[in-house]
């Protein structure tokens, strides 16, 4: 019975352990992910301004590139900042693992 109470207080350190540094590693990741997407919106637009100059000088090409470019870079800041937390939260959770073993 002692060893089903230790087994679960293992676990529910270790949940808290895997949250925490959830947590902290999404907080840490907003700074990177919010300079990759200004990155990317910036070479968005600097794309359409390459492609307006070889074009016929349209107002209207500007305008949907524009528009086309911010979609697109919005529609990955969730993959972004997944891709920089997921690695973040493993470095975390891993050495702090380590360090909890090497504490015993």
Not at 38 to 54: E, F
Not at 76 to 93: A, C, E, N
């Amino acid at each position: 019975m002692a060893k089903n109470i230790s087994m679960d207080q293992h676990k529910r350190k270790d949940l808290n352990l895997r949250l925490g540094n959830l947590i902290l590693a999404i907080f840490l990741a907003t700074v990177p992910t919010a300079i990759t997407y200004g990155t990317l919106s910036i070479h968005g637009l600097n794309i359409c301004r390459n492609l307006n100059s070889k074009v016929n000088n349209s107002y209207k090409i500007k305008e949907k590139c524009y528009e086309a470019s911010w979609d697109t870079t919005k529609s990955y800041i969730i993959l972004i900042g997944f891709f920089i937390t997921l690695p973040t939260w493993m470095w975390f959770y891993l050495s702090m693992k380590k360090k909890e073993s090497n504490n015993r």
